[in-house]
């Protein structure tokens, strides 16, 4: 007996469809040319959820390197200073001390200083 796949192929072409709404020109309701803006999409989407922790982290560090040299240090010292004094604070909350609470950071860095 010949079974027609209508219902399974259309649930596949609307939900191909949906993801690849907003596209612009053929891309966003062919489906064959939909279908292969998607899964590039999803690969850039895969790769740029890396990239963007690694700009983060760029940006932590940037941040932290200025409040640092207020204070008188280098990124580096201050970190080694904060290492030997036993501070485990991440990159994420170090940046923000420096760009919201720059007395908190400044006690901090004298903390570093004292642990050289």
Avoid: P
């Avoid at 993801?19 to 279908?35: N, T, Y």
């Avoid at 008188?72 to 170090?94: C, E, H, P, Q, W």
């Avoid at 940046?95 to 050289?116: C, H, I, Q, Y």
Wanted: hydrophobic content about 45%.
């Amino acid at each position: 007996m010949r079974v027609k796949t209508g219902i399974v192929r259309r649930r596949k072409h609307k939900k191909v469809l949906k993801a690849a709404k907003g596209f612009r020109g053929a891309s966003g309701d062919v489906i064959k040319q939909a279908k292969q803006a998607v899964m590039r999409a999803m690969a850039y989407s895969t790769r740029d959820r890396k990239v963007n922790k690694r700009k983060m982290r760029q940006l932590w560090i940037i941040r932290i390197n200025a409040g640092a040299r207020l204070n008188g240090m280098t990124y580096s010292t201050f970190m080694n200073g904060l290492k030997k004094a036993g501070i485990l604070l991440d990159r994420k909350v170090l940046a923000d001390m420096a760009l919201n609470n720059a007395e908190g950071f400044a006690k901090l860095a004298e903390s570093a200083k004292a642990a050289l």
